[in-house]
Every structure is written in structure tokens, then in C-alpha cells.
Nanobody, 124 residues
Framework: QVQLVESGGGLVQAGGSLRLFCAAS????????MGWFRQAPGKEREFVAS????????YSADSVKGRFTISRDNAKITVYLQMNSLKPEDTAHYYC?????????????????WGQGTQVTVSS
């Protein structure tokens, strides 16, 4: 059974930083592209960032470029999201996801596995 478990969320002031963690189990981690999505109240789930199987290629949404960095450690079966210069509009529930698709996709329906998410709240 595949499990993705997120942690690291919390309350932070604008301009602050948080690091999210996603621990995976039940899948061959190194063959899955990993990603982060987020969903704010009343809004659709949106793509944040993704990372290739080897970790060599990353993609980020324009809204987080230069502030968020995705990385992975295949030995630790963990993916990270370093979030700096946080803004109130970054407030959302953040989800870790995995897909076996070879190509990068921002469409949530193409991601096979999802965690329960972790809440990030940025105060102004």
C-alpha cells in the first residue's frame, strides 16, 4: 500500500520560511516523479513544484519561482519543499503527490498517489 506522509507545515509570519517533508512508502520511489500541490479554501488544487526521478530536473509554478525549492533524497525515500519569503497568499493545504508518468505534468488528475497534506498558514 502506497503511503505519502507530509509534515513540516505550520504558522509563520510573512517573509519567513518553512520546510515541508514527504515520506513515501509502498512504492519504488526512484521511478516516480514527485510533486507538491496546494489548495486554498474555495480554490482549486494547484501545482506548486515537481522533480524528476533522479532529482536532476525540477519545475515550479511561476507564483513560487525563486522562493520555493523542491528536492528529493532517494536513499531516504523523501521529498522536500523549501519555502522561503513566504507570503499570505501561500496559505493553503499542501499535498505531496507521485506519478509514474515520464513527462512533467501540472494536471492533478495525472498524479496517481496523494498524501493527506499539511497546512501552511502565513500571517501578514
Amino acid at each position: 500500500q502506497v503511503q505519502l506522509v507530509e509534515s513540516g507545515g505550520g504558522l509563520v509570519q510573512a517573509g519567513g520560511s518553512l520546510r515541508l517533508f514527504c515520506a513515501a512508502s509502498g512504492l519504488t520511489f526512484s521511478v516516480y516523479r514527485m510533486g507538491w500541490f496546494r489548495q486554498a479554501p474555495g480554490k482549486e488544487r494547484e501545482f506548486v513544484a515537481s522533480i524528476s526521478r533522479s532529482g536532476g530536473i525540477t519545475y515550479s509554478a511561476d507564483s513560487v519561482k525563486g522562493r520555493f525549492t523542491i528536492s528529493r533524497d532517494n536513499a531516504k525515500i523523501t521529498v522536500y519543499l523549501q519555502m522561503n519569503s513566504l507570503k499570505p497568499e501561500d496559505t493553503a493545504h499542501y499535498y505531496c503527490a507521485a506519478t509514474g508518468a515520464a513527462a512533467q505534468t501540472t494536471l492533478s488528475r495525472r498524479w496517481e498517489y496523494w498524501g493527506q497534506g499539511t497546512q501552511v498558514t502565513v500571517s501578514s
